[in-house]
């Protein structure tokens, strides 16, 4: 079975360029996760969806972030204006019937964004 | 909110025992336990529901406590294989989305 797919794996932009990041989650899941990893802050939730309805996004940390969920087998992270400080790993993740007990997520491999 | 977890590094030989604790200010409904290589994805470990659950993998091992909102895993007779870094993920009561902690870089030397 394939995995949480997500692209592009490595990104370098320049200052004020937008980004956009995708994910195809696991077929037959039904929620959706992005998180952000940095050294500092360690794995942040950023925004969740669940049957593609974003759910949580208070961890959006601001109005330049803003993600999407079109249909049940992909999801778009953008950032516009992107800046240094987005410099991170973003993780895409998803799992099935979260509000039973004994699920779990999977983690895609990770988009690795730098900005200069 | 984030769960706290310590130690935030340790240095082991092959062969000794490690704890990594995991703390949350609010109650919980469950703790996952996930371990990242560098430049990989974290993969999940285990994941405890009851409050006294403990669950083991291996030699690997983990308990909860729910009514200290903390939970403890457990590394016995480490291998090399171990290293990584280990993430606690908290779920709280009535919600369904995973706060991870900052994570606690695990090193075995041989």
């Known amino acids: 079975d394939a995995g949480v797919i997500q692209s592009p794996r490595h990104e370098v932009t320049e200052m004020g360029q937008e980004v956009t990041l995708r994910c195809k989650p696991i077929?037959?899941?039904?929620?959706l996760f992005w998180y952000r990893q940095t050294m500092m802050r360690g794995l942040e939730l950023l925004i969740y969806?669940?049957?593609?309805?974003?759910?949580?996004d208070s961890g959006m940390p601001e109005d330049r972030f803003s993600a999407k969920m079109p249909n049940a087998s992909f999801s778009t992270l953008k950032i516009q204006p992107s800046e240094p400080r987005d410099s991170a790993v973003y993780f895409c993740?998803?799992?099935?019937?979260?509000?039973?007990?004994?699920?779990?997520?999977?983690f895609g491999e990770g988009s690795w964004l730098t900005v200069v | 909110q984030q769960p706290v977890q310590s130690p935030q590094a340790v240095i082991l030989r092959e062969g000794e025992d490690a704890v990594i604790n995991c703390s949350s200010s609010k109650a919980l409904y469950s703790v996952h336990w996930y371990r990242q290589k560098h430049g990989e994805a974290p993969v999940f470990l285990m994941i405890l529901l009851k409050g006294g659950e403990q669950k083991g993998h291996d030699k690997i091992s983990a308990s909860f406590n729910e009514k200290k909102q903390q939970s403890s895993l457990y590394l016995t007779a480490s291998q090399l294989s171990y290293s990584g870094t280990y993430f606690c993920g908290t779920e709280g009561k009535g919600g369904d989305k995973i706060i991870f902690g900052k994570g606690t870089r695990l090193h075995i030397l041989p």
């Open positions: 993740a998803s799992s099935f019937r979260r509000d039973s007990p004994g699920n779990t997520i999977y």
């Open positions: 077929s037959g899941h039904d929620y």
């Open positions: 969806f669940n049957n593609n309805v974003p759910i949580d």
